[in-house]
């Protein structure tokens, strides 16, 4: 069963807006954390941001925030203000309570000038 | 100061060889993945290993080994390369809290192989 659902294969938004990335997970496990990544077009994986399941409060990071709804299960992405340089893959990830982290099949975000 | 380095960052040979990926983190984590990036950008998991303990072995061919020397190192020698063994081939690293904290993976930039 798939345990981590990007539905967005791609996505544009024009640059200074803000836009969401979706992302919907499944566990029964009541400790795991989300986490999202970005991948640009040279390759390496870049950590943007972390939401554990017991936090309180959404994540943010700079210009990043996780949009963290338990009850539904999503942890989507959101990218106040977007520039060129935000464009590249956007994977969500889960871990459960052992190591192993699952990824998305990934978003790919065009931002247009 | 790289975090986390992998080398070769290219590797192209032929069918039948057989290769090997090195990668070193220094950021004293205790926790290091293998993970394969296929041609649609699927990330999968391959092995893991938590302070030289192998803890992950996924559906791979036994024909991938992994070897972990010491905490900071975790090689990937592929033996009898195959065509679909092209990817890319990301090594991780993580922080864990003993009782299966969650720990950020933070990843090496990535090798590509091709093989003819």
């Known amino acids: 069963a798939q345990k981590i659902t990007q539905t967005q294969p791609g996505m544009f938004v024009q640059e200074k807006e803000a836009v969401t990335l979706d992302c919907t997970y499944d566990?029964?496990?009541?400790?795991?954390?989300l986490f999202w990544y970005k991948q640009p077009s040279s390759g390496e994986m870049i950590f943007l941001i972390y939401?554990?399941?017991?936090?309180?409060q959404n994540a943010t990071e700079g210009r990043y925030s996780l949009n963290f709804q338990k009850a539904r299960k999503s942890a989507n992405l959101v990218i106040s203000a977007s520039q060129l340089g935000d464009s590249a893959m956007y994977f969500c990830?889960?871990?459960?309570?052992?190591?192993?982290?699952?990824f998305g099949a990934g978003t790919r975000l065009f931002v247009k000038a | 100061d790289t975090a986390v380095s992998q080398t070769p960052k290219y590797l192209v040979t032929q069918m039948g060889n057989d290769k090997s990926i090195k990668c070193e983190q220094n950021?004293?984590?205790?926790?290091m993945y293998w993970y394969k990036q296929d041609s649609k950008k699927f990330l999968k998991i391959m092995f893991s290993?938590?302070?030289?303990?192998?803890?992950i072995n996924e559906t791979v061919p036994n024909r991938f080994s992994p070897k972990s020397p010491d905490k900071a190192h975790l090689n990937l020698h592929i033996n009898s390369l195959e065509l679909g063994d092209s990817a890319v081939y990301f090594c991780?690293?993580?922080?864990?809290?003993?009782?299966?904290?969650?720990?950020?993976?933070?990843f090496g930039p990535g090798t590509r192989l091709t093989v003819l």
């Open positions: 950021l004293g984590h205790d926790t």
């Open positions: 290993y938590n302070n030289k303990e192998l803890i």
């Open positions: 566990t029964s496990d009541p400790s795991y954390g």
């Open positions: 939401q554990g399941s017991y936090d309180q």
């Open positions: 990830a889960m871990r459960e309570g052992g190591f192993k982290t699952i």
């Open positions: 991780a690293s993580s922080q864990d809290g003993g009782q299966g904290g969650v720990g950020t993976q933070y």
